[in-house]
């Protein structure tokens, strides 16, 4: 089992910057991939960044150039830099850990932070 829990989530301006925290703890080892993920309301929810095996990144193009996803190993925590916000990433954003075991694929989630851009 892994247990998420993020934090820096808010309220901010067009143009303005946020930085969400997810600190994973349990099984970490397991963990392969570590992910943001959004909803806004009324929309399905989508990958935003994700750290694959603690290397390569990957982006969704809506917010390439704009958001960077980094990780602490020895925090056990991850980390999405939110620059320029637009009103359109008002969401609830969602910590996402992906564990293979034993050639299982397990997903865990955290419990959302929600993220309002607005003037």
């Known amino acids: 089992q892994v247990q998420l829990v993020e934090s820096g989530g808010g309220l901010v301006q067009p143009g303005g910057s946020l930085r969400l925290s997810c600190r994973a703890s349990?099984?970490?080892?397991?963990?392969?991939?570590m992910g943001w993920y959004r909803q806004a309301p009324g929309k399905q929810r989508e990958l935003v960044a994700a750290?694959?095996?603690?290397?390569?990144?990957k982006y969704a193009d809506s917010v390439k150039g704009r958001f960077t996803i980094s990780g602490d190993n020895a925090k056990n925590t991850v980390y999405l830099q939110m620059n320029s916000l637009k009103s359109e990433d008002t969401a609830v954003y969602y910590c996402?850990?992906?564990?293979?075991?034993?050639?299982?694929?397990?997903?865990?989630w955290g419990q959302g932070t929600q993220v309002t851009v607005s003037s």
């Open positions: 349990g099984s970490i080892a397991s963990i392969n991939t």
């Open positions: 996402n850990a992906r564990s293979i075991v034993a050639g299982e694929q397990y997903d865990y």
């Open positions: 750290i694959i095996s603690g290397i390569s990144t």
